[in-house]
């Protein structure tokens, strides 16, 4: 099963772009990264996913290299409500199910 | 999407009691999971909840522990048995809705917060 591995935590000035990477150096080819995060005391939220090309959409961006070993989720602007910690995640597929398998995340703060 | 009611938000429990968590889909869903956070740690998966077969358990946890029960596609439950206070966790529901895509996002729910005594 791939793993990942992220800074344990970031900070970023209000307004700045956060750009936040993730290894996935044993990363199989038909594995998709994903990134969710966590604010405070709530579940996880979906933010975005990809196999080998870039990807956009309302919330972030994600650049995954050419190797796909690793990736960099960029919050394009980011704002205080972004302070949470994020998670990027190597889907691993497991008897049938494509269970999620959480790392550490990263701790991003934004400060004013 | 899906949106994803636990049931209870929180709760403390005495030791050797057992708690039954309740997560309630508003759509029929393919896959439905069960994870637990402990304090100031991340996720780690308990087990896939499985529509009309026993549930199967990720290494460490086990039936007797956390029995679990999916009669439909839009509903499970998960006991924790026999509490400790290392049970002290806070318990997240989470589903894929779509079935037969491969790589669709999964959606949590806001979890139940237990505390044991």
């Known amino acids: 099963d791939a793993k990942t591995t992220q800074p344990t935590s970031m900070d970023c000035a209000e307004g700045r772009a956060a750009n936040l990477p993730c290894n996935h150096s044993t990363i199989s080819g038909n594995e998709y990264v994903y990134w969710y995060r966590q604010i405070h005391s709530q579940g996880p939220q979906y933010i975005i996913h990809g196999l080998k090309n870039n990807e956009t959409n309302e919330m972030a961006s994600l650049i995954i290299t050419e190797d796909r070993k690793s990736s960099t989720l960029i919050l394009p602007h980011a704002t205080l409500r972004d302070t949470a910690v994020y998670y990027c995640?190597?889907?691993?597929?497991?008897?049938?199910?494509?269970?999620?398998?959480f790392g550490q995340g990263t701790r991003l703060t934004i400060n004013p | 999407s899906a949106v994803i009611s636990q049931k209870p938000s929180r709760d403390i429990c005495q030791r050797g009691t057992s708690l039954t968590i309740q997560c309630q889909v508003d759509s029929q869903v393919t896959m439905m999971f069960w994870y637990r956070q402990q304090p100031g740690q991340s996720l780690t998966l308990i087990a896939t909840?499985?529509?009309?077969?026993?549930?199967?358990?990720e290494s460490g946890f086990v039936i007797d522990k956390f029995p679990i029960s999916r009669p439909n596609l839009t509903f499970s439950t998960l006991t924790v048995s026999n509490m400790s206070p290392e049970d002290s966790s806070i318990y997240l529901c989470?589903?894929?809705?779509?079935?037969?895509?491969?790589?669709?996002?999964?959606?949590f729910g806001q979890g139940t917060r237990l505390t044991v005594v």
């Open positions: 989470s589903v894929i809705p779509r079935q037969g895509v491969a790589n669709t996002e999964a959606f």
């Open positions: 909840a499985n529509q009309g077969s026993e549930a199967t358990y």
């Open positions: 995640i190597v889907r691993v597929p497991g008897r049938g199910a494509q269970k999620l398998v």
